[in-house]
């Protein structure tokens, strides 16, 4: 079991992830804290015995069921009360599961990430220096370069909680391109340009921003 999940409370105890076998192309997906059990409760219905079982913390276990089942959703049984039963042999059964594990905890260090990149983005904003204002015929840009998706899109948020509209933000993820092509295309004289950090543009982009008559405007602090 891995190590960072928390087991002491009742509710969050180990469950077994199981796939016990009902045919040859006739398997169920399910959890139990007792898999030997359950076979014997699931007799009547034609379980035949449990192939395999993957030991896992409850809120895992159920996540890896659910993302399993939809793995295989396309061969579910049309079996009434039976949703955990699956059209398929054994093997792929196990299969889907071990994808599904593989898939579940990728989702954890997705939401782990992202809650990092929320917590940055709240500290950048007790220390960001907001845009400067500006005429009602001027307008306020934003430009995002981050190396990911995730990175870009909480570094937008940033850009907006500090006044740029989201309609004026152009992002580029991994390298300079569209992004920063469109944005610079956009400025007009006594325009603002606004960017989270230092180092989203080059001291060409710069001089090109001065060149238009616009200006540029560094928050100071970037999220991540």
């Not at 059209?87 to 059964?93: D, I, L, Q």
């Not at 569209?178 to 080059?202: I, N």
């Not at 001291?203 to 970037?222: K, N, S």
Request: charged share 25%; hydrophobic share 40%.
């Amino acid at each position: 079991m891995d190590a960072s999940y928390p087991s002491s409370r009742k509710d969050l105890m180990p469950n077994y992830l199981y796939v016990m076998g009902y045919g040859e192309r006739d398997t169920k997906i399910g959890i139990s804290v007792a898999p030997v059990s359950r076979l014997a409760q699931l007799r009547p219905t034609g379980a035949a015995g449990v192939v395999k079982d993957w030991l896992r913390p409850a809120g895992d276990a159920q996540r890896v069921e659910a993302i399993a089942h939809r793995l295989l959703s396309t061969y579910r049984h049309q079996i009434t009360g039976q949703r955990e039963r699956f059209a398929v042999g054994a093997e792929a059964a196990c299969q889907a599961v071990e994808l599904a594990i593989t898939l579940a905890a990728e989702a954890r260090d997705t939401e782990r990430e992202a809650d990092a990149l929320q917590d940055a983005c709240a500290e950048a904003m007790e220390t960001a220096t907001a845009p400067p204002e500006t005429a009602a015929h001027q307008r306020t840009w934003g430009y995002v370069f981050r190396p990911t998706a995730m990175e870009a899109g909480a570094e937008a948020d940033l850009l907006t909680r500090m006044g740029v509209p989201v309609a004026g933000i152009y992002r580029d993820v991994g390298r300079r391109g569209t992004g920063l092509k469109r944005v610079l295309a956009a400025l007009e004289a006594g325009d603002v340009l606004v960017v989270a950090d230092h180092d989203r543009v080059d001291d060409i982009t710069l001089l090109d921003v001065q060149q238009r008559g616009a200006r540029h405007h560094v928050l100071a602090i970037a999220p991540g």
